[in-house]
């Protein structure tokens, strides 16, 4: 079953502008954590945060979790070309271990030059 | 270089074939999934195996098959009964509690 939501299902903004994609889910977890996808390949892992964490931040990326309104935003800043992919949130439900990892329909981020 | 390599990249099959989609890991990790995604949406869970000779079905388990005899290796067999074949398969594989690294893919085409 597919827990988390992100929205906008699709962004587009120019380069140089700030991004924001945000994931709502409905049970407790443990963690919660962003993945990005380019077109036709795998997915990488981002960026995790665990719930007891409020922020946190990696390079030009960085992460809320609020667990009182179960939802989470990532913002990309200072965006580029590059970043164009689509981008999931997964999120990891408490006592249910670590295999039942859901993710969610993703946003489609368009950055154009 | 460590990571998980999925072959082949586009796999084309005639229905009512058996396909066997192949992922291999070098990252000494214990656990290892087999996800399918289809245009727009999400990952959906179809096996896991947290053990060499153990696993697990995940939430659209019907219509596939796998095996784990090997740490490394985990491949996915597409059967016949799987209604709807056609989409983009990802493995990945974890150890502990770290993040999922995945492979990038196999695209399998069944007409």
């Known amino acids: 079953s597919q827990q988390g939501e992100e929205d906008p299902q699709a962004l587009s903004i120019q380069e140089g502008e700030n991004a924001t994609m945000n994931c709502s889910y409905k049970?407790?977890?443990?963690?919660l954590q962003w993945y990005r996808q380019n077109s036709g390949r795998g997915l990488v892992h981002l960026i995790l945060i665990r719930s007891n964490e409020r922020e946190k931040h990696s390079g030009r990326l960085r992460v809320t979790l609020d667990t009182s309104k179960k939802s989470s935003s990532l913002l990309i800043t200072a965006s580029r070309a590059a970043d164009t992919a689509s981008y999931f949130c997964a999120t990891d439900p408490k006592n249910s271990g670590y295999s039942t990892l859901t993710f969610g329909k993703g946003t489609m981020l368009l950055v154009s030059p | 270089d460590g990571g998980i390599t999925q072959s082949p990249k586009y796999l084309f099959r005639k229905e009512g074939q058996n396909v066997t989609l192949s992922c291999e890991q070098n990252l000494n990790h214990d656990a290892m999934y087999w996800y399918r995604q289809d245009p727009g949406q999400g990952l959906r869970l179809i096996y896991y195996s947290q053990i060499v000779n153990d696993f697990q079905k995940g939430d659209i388990a019907e219509g596939y098959s796998v095996s784990r005899e090997k740490k490394e290796s985990f491949p996915l067999t597409v059967t016949s009964a799987q209604k709807n074949p056609t989409a983009f398969y990802l493995c990945a594989s974890t150890t502990g509690n770290s993040p999922l690294h995945f492979g990038n893919g196999t695209r399998l085409t069944v007409t």
């Open positions: 049970t407790s977890i443990n963690n």
